[in-house]
């Protein structure tokens, strides 16, 4: 079976690493890169990253981002120096972004840059952003007006939305839309359906060779609350509905072939698979992607 994920953001990443094992690595994962930013001058993907470090198994489980057991040292003496700490970035997360942005100045693409990164820390599956072109998201905040994506998310700590606004140009990696082509399944991660997967799926072809494909997505939303981050209260801002699975599947307006929830979440509109959704542990992420794989198999 060839696996497509698209991830953006911790959840995303937590199933990509259960999908890698259950799939033996043969995955290919394509990545929302509308996060990305420069900061101190230097180019971070922070979902990119996520997705790496998660599946190399260096990840900070806890925090969900950077590198486990990862020190701050440069980050307060940038602090004392008077430069904004506001974005926190490890003293070893530091050798990541300086060769991204050494690369990137070189004319190195951002998927040939991945992949070598990838290779470097063992991941096994194929990891490939959605874009090698800019495609920054802003968020049109009610308090700050305009915002980047990570000012709005860490700098100001996710105020009240208005709407997101997502670049018209960029174009869909070629790579990733032969990936999409040649998949029997797609799997969406339980990741914010407006700021981590419609910067996906929004690129020119990406929705249109979904639409020949089985299209499997998580919730992530559960019992009404966001797993992570601020869905919860970006659903009722966004579209005027409560938060719940039967919003974000409303969202994502018939691209699914099913969706997967958590148990007692009910929606309708699709078949749908009511499971234990939350990955508290390793195993967790195995037995729930094994559990998506077998449901999606079951729809085609």
Not at 4 to 14: D, H, I, K, N, T
Not at 114 to 122: E, F
Not at 160 to 181: F, H, K, Q, S, T
Request: proline share 7%; aromatic share 4%.
């Amino acid at each position: 079976m060839k696996v497509v994920a698209l991830s953006g953001g911790v959840g995303g990443a937590r199933l990509v690493e259960g999908l890698s094992r259950a799939l033996d690595g043969d995955l290919t994962v394509v990545v929302n890169t509308g996060d990305d930013c420069v900061h101190w001058g230097l180019a971070i993907a922070p979902d990119l990253d996520t997705v790496m470090y998660t599946l190399a198994g260096l990840g900070d489980d806890a925090r969900g981002w950077g590198l486990g057991g990862d020190t701050f040292s440069a980050l307060a003496a940038m602090r004392a120096l008077g430069e904004a700490s506001w974005f926190s970035l490890g003293d070893r997360d530091l050798a990541t972004h300086l060769t991204r942005t050494a690369a990137l100045a070189r004319g190195e693409p951002l998927d040939a840059l991945t992949a070598r990164l990838c290779r470097a820390l063992g991941v096994r599956a194929r990891v490939l952003p959605m874009s090698n072109e800019p495609a920054p998201t802003l968020v049109d905040t009610v308090a700050h007006g305009l915002l980047p994506f990570q000012e709005w998310l860490v700098l100001h700590r996710a105020p009240e939305v208005r709407r997101i606004v997502l670049p018209d140009g960029p174009r869909a990696l070629p790579a990733a839309l032969d990936a999409l082509e040649a998949a029997d399944v797609v799997v969406i991660g339980p990741s914010n359906p407006y700021v981590s997967v419609e910067p996906i799926t929004r690129l020119p072809g990406v929705r249109d060779a979904l639409s020949r494909r089985i299209v499997v997505a998580l919730s992530p939303i559960v019992g009404g609350a966001a797993v992570k981050g601020p869905l919860a209260e970006m659903i009722p801002a966004l579209s005027g509905a409560p938060p719940s699975a039967q919003a974000v599947l409303e969202r994502y307006g018939g691209l699914l072939s099913g969706f997967v929830v958590e148990r007692g979440d009910e929606v309708r509109g699709a078949p749908s698979l009511a499971t234990d959704t939350i990955m508290r542990t390793r195993d967790d992420r195995l037995r729930l992607a094994r559990e998506v794989l077998e449901f999606a198999r079951g729809l085609a």
